[in-house]
């Protein structure tokens, strides 16, 4: 039944391109829609993960070795999530049924390729989903055929080939020790030769080709370009679960899954995911771009996720994973919150608005929320999942990672404030005395979200025992 997340949405683009288009063009976001929410359905009831005899024989034509363990569900959650509020963003700002269309067959290609990536259990087809994901979300982001969307997109374009390259190197290497391509043979494999040179060079090569997917520092230089010229419901998607899946995930999945913490790979992961937090936080305060604020806050919080993998532990790894989650969840809220306001006002300077939430009153109130949780406050999501990957640094003895954990937490609760008080506070400019909320379905995106990250804070407990902690199991459960 797990190989129909990934053949529907191939089946469904078949579907939608037969003859009769001005017929399917109507349907295509209902199928978008549709296929969304069967996947939040899949996670939340077994019974759908179970396979029938029928479906044994449509999965039977694809032969990808499937893996869906917790982290696999929390991911596929995840991806659910954000591809459903992408489209009900781009229902509103993308008024031309044609080019409604055309977003909607290339999300749902990516949705298969951010799947595939989050099921497959060989880091060859690994590698292949990631393609296909690299592909759309490059088609996405030229979408309206914008010049800075095409200059965003030329840049992601370089160095997404870059780290293909060093992606393909590695796996190349990895082969030709262990003789496979599959997670377990390769984990087996540097067990057996834990000394190789050509291991550790095809570890190096790896994490160098995921770090750039992730956007972290040093490798960040595509992500707020692209972020920030990217159609809104475009940047809704990158910046809510491309990135998180295709850099991030597969970052987690490979540490806990092949080449195991030893000591160097926790040191790089701990400073990596350390310098990207303290840097990203600082360029984000530095901003008067909304969206580019946001971009450069999304790769400071990645940096938070880093950080707890590189912990070591299994509290750690389940932190990061609970990051992982919230941070799809606040930052998709805040990209809607950005293209309300952008669509409303046609501005993305900040220093050009004031006490916008007069106006706009559900998207100064969502806002905020995503703005706290963001930045750590209790009770709200963000909180916790910060807490955790403080507390499992701190017991693994790396205290000074951990106060940095803190300490730029603060950061990011300063250049929030300062978005909201340059936004949505104060006095009303007389500019924007007509503007209003933009429409139901950006409304609804953003109530679902808010919902989202206070329910998650107010029910940690019942979150962490059912949800977060059983992902550390994948790595030494």
């Known amino acids: 039944m797990h190989q129909l997340l990934i053949l529907l949405p191939f089946l469904s683009i078949i579907i939608l391109n037969l003859p009769f288009k001005s017929i399917l063009r109507k349907l295509a976001f209902l199928f978008g829609v549709s296929l969304c929410l069967f996947q939040i359905a899949f996670v939340f009831f077994p019974a759908l993960r179970f396979s029938s005899a029928q479906f044994e024989l449509l999965s039977s034509f694809l032969k990808f070795n499937l893996l869906v363990d917790n982290l696999t569900l929390v991911m596929l959650l995840c991806i659910g999530i954000v591809s459903f509020v992408s489209l009900l963003a781009a229902k509103r700002l993308i008024p031309e049924e044609r080019a409604l269309f055309n977003f909607t067959n290339v999300l749902i290609i990516a949705l298969a390729g951010l799947n595939g990536i989050v099921m497959v259990k060989d880091i060859f087809s690994l590698y292949v989903f990631l393609e296909i994901t690299a592909v759309a979300s490059f088609i996405l982001i030229v979408l309206h055929k914008d010049i800075f969307a095409f200059e965003g997109a030329f840049k992601y374009l370089i160095l997404s080939t870059i780290a293909t390259t060093l992606l393909l190197s590695s796996i190349a290497l990895f082969l030709l020790v262990s003789g496979s391509t599959e997670y377990s043979a390769i984990s087996a494999g540097l067990k057996n030769s834990p000394n190789s040179h050509i291991m550790m060079l095809a570890i190096g090569l790896f994490l160098s080709g995921v770090f750039i ?8 230089g595509w992500v707020p370009d692209t972020y920030s010229s990217a159609p809104a419901p475009v940047s809704i998607f990158l910046a ?12 987690i999945r490979i540490v806990t899954t092949v080449t195991g913490f030893t000591a160097p790979i926790r040191n790089v992961l701990l400073f990596v995911g350390a310098f990207t937090i303290v840097i990203g936080a600082f360029a984000a305060l530095g901003q008067n771009d909304f969206k580019r604020m946001l971009s450069y806050s999304s790769i400071s919080q990645v940096g938070y996720i880093v950080l707890g993998l590189g912990s070591g532990t299994m ?9 992982l989650f919230n941070h799809a969840i606040f930052k998709s809220l805040l990209f809607v919150n950005a293209a309300s306001v952008e669509s409303a006002t046609g501005l993305r300077d900040m220093n050009k608005m004031s006490g916008l939430s007069a106006r706009m009153p559900l998207t100064g109130v969502s806002s905020c929320l995503a703005s706290l949780s963001t930045a750590g406050v209790p009770p709200l999501s963000g909180f916790w999942s910060k807490l955790v990957i403080i507390v499992a640094l701190w017991m ?8 940095i954990a803190v300490l730029a937490s603060v950061v990011t609760l300063a250049y929030f404030l300062s978005m909201q008080r340059r936004v949505f506070f104060g006095k009303l400019g007389v500019e924007f ?5 933009q429409g139901f379905a950006l409304g609804f995106a953003a109530v679902l979200l808010s919902l989202i990250v206070i329910g998650v804070g107010l029910f940690f407990p019942f979150v ?14």
């Open 213 to 220: 997917k992730a956007g972290l520092m040093p490798f960040h």
């Open 240 to 251: 809510g679960i491309v990135t998180k899946t295709v850099g991030v995930y597969t970052l």
């Open 315 to 323: 509290l750690g790894v389940a932190g990061a994973a609970f990051h």
């Open 396 to 403: 693994s003895g790396r205290r000074v990672y951990a106060l």
């Open 433 to 437: 005395a007509n503007i209003k909320e």
């Open 464 to 477: 962490l025992n059912s949800f977060i902690l059983p992902v550390g199991n994948i790595f030494g459960g």
